[in-house]
């Protein structure tokens, strides 16, 4: 069997629209706008086929193109290994082509449509939308990343985590203009914040169009993240002992609950609790996580299971 046959026949299988191009990078006329179907794999002259293209936008599937042109290995890895952090995909993820001109990984998942959704560019990338992409097959320059073809099917990837990926690679783009040499960035939830720990260990926050912070570094000791409104912070670092020093601001910068205020206060950054749990006086008190200032209901610590 034509080996291209088996490769458009492996990636049918897994839900990947497919067109064939000739050794101009064309497609033929007959399937121009078009992607073929296990029917139609008999009937092609393979023999003219020079190699196989996704057609994005035709169903759910999207690429995240992390351009690694003149990087280092490690620096390469590093995007990488980011960027399927946000995603919530393993390190080993399978469906990761590296390819070349320019040299670059595409990770190929799943995702719910959106018809407002275009290619969109970004710091060190594109989110391919709607487009067609060339896949691995005959051409040696663009290969799955572990060098076999993936035996799982493509990670279903929110459209929010998508954009989150996209965003944080503009912040780091914002944070090489500015120059601030930084240790981490805790991407936003449902927000358009970033908390950015310095190299020497400071905490701010910042938004993507805006030049100066809008929490100052080094304000608190800790910070947790954005999810929604709200931002657990704390006075005296990432304590465990001591919760009466947390306090929560919102997207402003501006402490809508000020520390010391309760005895401790619950992380619920990435948390799926509606509420968010605060303690004081023997009491657990469940605050709306679309308004702190609205108390939902109190349980007695005593009568905690």
Sequence with gaps: MNNLKEWAMFYISNGINIIPYNNFGTTSDSFYGKFISLEQIDIINWNEVFGLKAVLGSNE?????????????????????????????????????????????????????????????FYNGVLLWQTDFVLPSSVPQIRFLQNVRPSVKLAHVNIDLLLGCMNQN???GLLDKLKIEYKKIIPPI???VFVIERKDGKFGAMKLNQMEPIVEFGKYAYMW???????????????????EDRGIINCSGIEVIKPYTYDSIWSFYGEKWPNIRVENKGWIIELDKKD???????IKLSNRR
């Design 61 to 121: 599937v999207r690429a995240i193109l992390l351009y690694i042109e003149g990087l280092t290995a490690d620096k390469s890895q590093e995007i990488l290994n980011e960027s399927l952090s946000i995603l919530q995909l393993p390190k080993n993820y399978p469906w990761i082509i590296h390819t070349y001109s320019p040299e670059s990984y595409a990770i190929i998942v799943e995702s719910e449509v959106n018809y407002d959704m275009g290619n969109r560019v």
């Design 170 to 172: 503009n912040m780091k």
């Design 190 to 192: 449902n927000s358009d």
């Design 225 to 243: 993240g954005y999810d929604g409104k709200y931002c657990l912070v704390n006075m005296g670092g990432r304590s465990y002992v001591n919760h």
């Design 292 to 298: 702190v200032t609205s108390e939902k209901r109190r």
